[in-house]
Antibody, heavy 117, light 108 residues
Framework: EVQLVESGGGLVQPGGSLRLSCTAS????????MHWVRQAAGKGLEWVAA???????YYSGSVKGRFSISRENAKISLYLQMNSLRADDTAVYFC???????????WGQGTMVTVSS | EIVMTQSPATLSVSPGERVTLSCRAS??????LAWYQQKPGQAPRLLIF???TRASGIPARFSGSGSGTEFTLTISSLQSEDFAVYYC??????????FGQGTRLEIK
């Protein structure tokens, strides 16, 4: 089955770090740009970061310098290293595949990140 | 940053009705506009890309139109499973990719 599965969420104190993972199944991972999108409780969708097939990376202003996106094609996995976490980073984090038409055609189920003391 | 504004925030409608959701961009995004449906506790689902092309498996009652700064998503006859939150997204000028704040369709 074509799918994305996130893991690594949890409770972390302000200023702490967390690494999210997203594992792909049943498609050619190396052919797709990948993105992270987050959603705070009761709020809308917020784009976080992207990585291209060549490893080029892009970030939203709110996470630039604190978060790092990477991919490991041999493990068909996408990562989001989150440092200096703040309360307003609390959200469900989704990984998403960008298709040939540039829209997000495949999403994971999300992993919850809570930043609280 | 391109700001996407959706209206209305909430729409109360009855099953079987036709409904039109609006999305406006703060500057032209050409046709690089997608619509997503999200139900509680679920990931978003791609409905429309390129402003007007239905994604794979999306019923024909969903249609998108517009270009530049004004876009609409129309559901021709609402089914019970269509009550959800709908988001537009621009991917013409990024980073950042930006989403609208969403329109909630609720049962009247």
């Amino acid at each position: 089955e074509v799918q994305l599965v996130e893991s690594g969420g949890g409770l972390v104190q302000p200023g702490g770090s967390l690494r999210l993972s997203c594992t792909a199944s049943a498609f050619t991972f190396t052919s797709y740009d990948m993105h992270w999108v987050r959603q705070a409780a009761g709020k809308g969708l917020e784009w976080v970061a992207a990585i291209g097939t060549a490893g080029d990376t892009y970030y939203s202003g709110s996470v630039k310098g604190r978060f790092s996106i990477s991919r490991e094609n041999a493990k068909i996995s996408l990562y989001l290293q989150m440092n200096s976490l703040r309360a307003d980073d609390t959200a469900v984090y989704f990984c998403a595949r960008k298709d040939y038409a540039d829209a997000f055609d495949l999403w994971g189920q999300g992993t919850m990140v809570t930043v609280s003391s | 940053e391109i700001v996407m504004t959706q209206s209305p925030a909430t729409l109360s409608v009855s099953p079987g009705e036709r409904v039109t959701l609006s999305c406006r961009a703060s500057q032209s995004v050409s046709s690089k506009l997608a619509w997503y449906q999200q139900k509680p506790g679920q990931a978003p689902r791609l409905l429309i890309f390129g402003a007007s092309t239905r994604a794979s498996g999306i019923p024909a009652r969903f249609s998108g139109s517009g270009s530049g700064t004004e876009f609409t998503l129309t559901i021709s006859s609402l089914q019970s499973e269509d009550f959800a939150v709908y988001y537009c997204q621009q991917y013409n000028n990024w980073p950042p990719i930006t989403f609208g704040q969403g329109t909630r369709l609720e049962i009247k």
